[in-house]
């Protein structure tokens, strides 16, 4: 069965410090892997996703993530955060058909 | 492009009442989602539509929950009567592929329900 853990609830981190927050994922077959936002009272948005080629991918507001595949991680990581990276975070895995499996999320609070 | 339209965004009932939501996703995405997101928890998916047909609805709990997508647009998910474990927020997502792992998820900003 797949599976997506995201073993930090919380990150409490300050502002202009790196971040990286942890996502390991369980799969017998191949696996498509996701990185979404949810600021508060919005729904979810992507931020970047993993289906192949480079295990570095980029995405939006200057986050990456590097997909691991023998450690079954895909961590996401900032150089340098903002007061705005405040929101939670979801990890999800597809296993190449329709059906995504979210992590529980891990909020990150950015502190001045 | 107009995002993924949700109403209402907030609903307070008593258990055993009954409660709807509506989705109207993005202009040509044929494929919806209704996801439930418990506190602290990650989106579980309750129904998926392709059109107006049902793709998955093996985690909807079908003595109470009930969705339709009737002419493959807009949809309504509907929960009578409710629990007080119905607490969460009710997410609705589409996208343009079938397959979803390969592509991206829109979601609306979500339908908070709190049953007391």
């Known amino acids: 069965a797949q599976s997506v853990t995201q073993l930090d609830s919380q990150v409490p981190v300050f502002e202009e410090a790196p971040v990286e927050l942890r996502c390991n994922y369980s799969?017998?077959?191949?696996?498509?892997l996701f990185w979404y936002v949810q600021y508060p009272n919005q729904g979810l948005q992507l931020l970047l996703k993993?289906?192949?080629?480079?295990?570095l991918v980029k995405g939006i507001n200057g986050f990456e993530a590097e997909f691991n595949k023998s450690q079954t991680s895909f961590h996401l990581r900032k150089p340098s955060v903002h007061i705005s990276d405040t929101a939670e975070y979801f990890c999800a895995a597809g296993p190449g058909t329709y059906k995504y499996i979210f992590g529980t999320g891990t909020r990150l609070k950015v502190l001045a | 492009e107009a995002g993924v339209a949700q109403s209402p965004r907030y609903k307070i009932i008593e258990k055993r009442q009954s409660v709807a939501f509506w989705c109207n996703p993005i202009s040509g995405h044929a494929t919806l989602y209704w996801y439930q997101q418990i506190l602290g928890q990650g989106p579980k998916l309750l129904i998926q539509f392709q059109n107006n047909g049902v793709v998955d609805d093996s985690q909807l709990p079908k003595d109470r929950f009930s969705a339709e997508r009737l002419k493959g647009v807009d949809s309504t998910l509907k929960i009578q009567p409710a629990k007080l474990e119905d607490s969460a927020v009710y997410l609705c997502a589409s996208s343009l592929e079938l397959t979803s792992a390969t592509g991206e998820l829109f979601f609306g900003e979500g339908s908070r329900l709190t049953v007391l």
């Open positions: 993993y289906l192949s080629g480079s295990t």
């Open positions: 799969s017998s077959v191949s696996v498509y």
